[in-house]
């Protein structure tokens, strides 16, 4: 191996005593020069690219904003109206064409002197092209026959007084999807009639035991009306029964098709003498 000389680079250390011709070795020393002159080349454009729009606004003349003027049409006056200038003439009737008719009259009822000479009445071929008035006449068979409004009567006019009307009374229902229900469920009502119900002290002499039939009805709002007794028992158990059903609070309303209605429910209520 020839001795290496103490100024020699890497690239010298690794081409010694191979091929420097073959073309790596020209390649390895230009390298460096290669990448700078891409580096520089790469900053200028880059440079170029970040500052081209400054300079082509700094190049573009200034152009003036146009100031926009909003204006209000419905601000804006009508002509004004010359006062001697004679109104515009109304438009010429239009005429319908008249069509052809022949002369059938509705029967009346007159004196024998009042009677006019009988006239035939029109045959059925006549009536297909002609139709039926007081008189007749010539006309477009083409034309069609055009009914005349009834003209206004000129008498004064009737005030129309509005009556309101009474107001419409829900029905009242016995079946429906949702039965109404105490709030709280079975079990709440139980522990409402039970606390609040008191046995009738005539009822405790005469040993009267048994169920009262309530019948009452279960508004929209959940409020209890008209509360009747269907079946007592008697010695103030049917009172005692109306007048615990009357205090009850609140129930859950029944539905039907997915909104409140009034309900007619009937509820047992016993007395067990204990």
Do not use: H
Request: hydrophobic share 40%; net charge negative.
């Amino acid at each position: 191996m020839a001795e290496l000389d103490s100024k020699a680079t890497l690239d010298d250390i690794v081409f010694a005593d191979r091929n420097k011709a073959y073309g790596a070795y020209d390649l390895r020393k230009t390298y460096p020069r290669t990448v700078t002159r891409a580096l520089i080349i790469g900053g200028i454009l880059f440079t170029l690219g970040v500052l081209t729009p400054t300079i082509i606004t700094a190049l573009t003349p200034e152009v003036e904003e146009q100031a926009m003027v909003e204006v209000d049409l419905m601000k804006i006056p009508p002509p004004p109206i010359d006062p001697n200038e004679p109104p515009p003439p109304p438009p010429p009737p239009v005429e319908a064409p008249k069509v052809n008719t022949v002369k059938f009259l509705p029967p009346e009822v007159k004196p024998d002197q009042e009677v006019p000479e009988e006239t035939p009445p029109p045959a059925v071929e006549e009536l297909k092209e002609a139709v039926a008035a007081e008189k007749t006449q010539e006309g477009d068979p083409n034309a069609e026959e055009v009914i005349a409004a009834p003209e206004a009567s000129v008498g004064p006019t009737k005030v129309e007084v509005a009556v309101e009307a009474a107001p419409k009374v829900e029905e009242v229902f016995t079946v429906v999807e949702q039965q109404p229900e105490f709030t709280g469920g079975n079990a709440a009502l139980g522990q409402y009639l039970q606390k609040n119900l008191r046995y009738p002290a005539a009822a405790q002499r005469a040993n009267i035991a048994g169920r009262v039939f309530v019948s009452f009805v279960v508004n929209t709002d959940g409020s209890i009306q008209d509360v009747q007794v269907l079946k007592g028992l008697g010695f103030g158990t049917d009172e005692e029964a109306k007048r615990v059903v009357q205090g009850m609070p609140k129930w859950r309303p029944g539905k039907q098709s997915g909104r409140p209605v009034r309900v007619k429910f009937n509820l047992p209520i016993n007395f067990t003498l204990e």
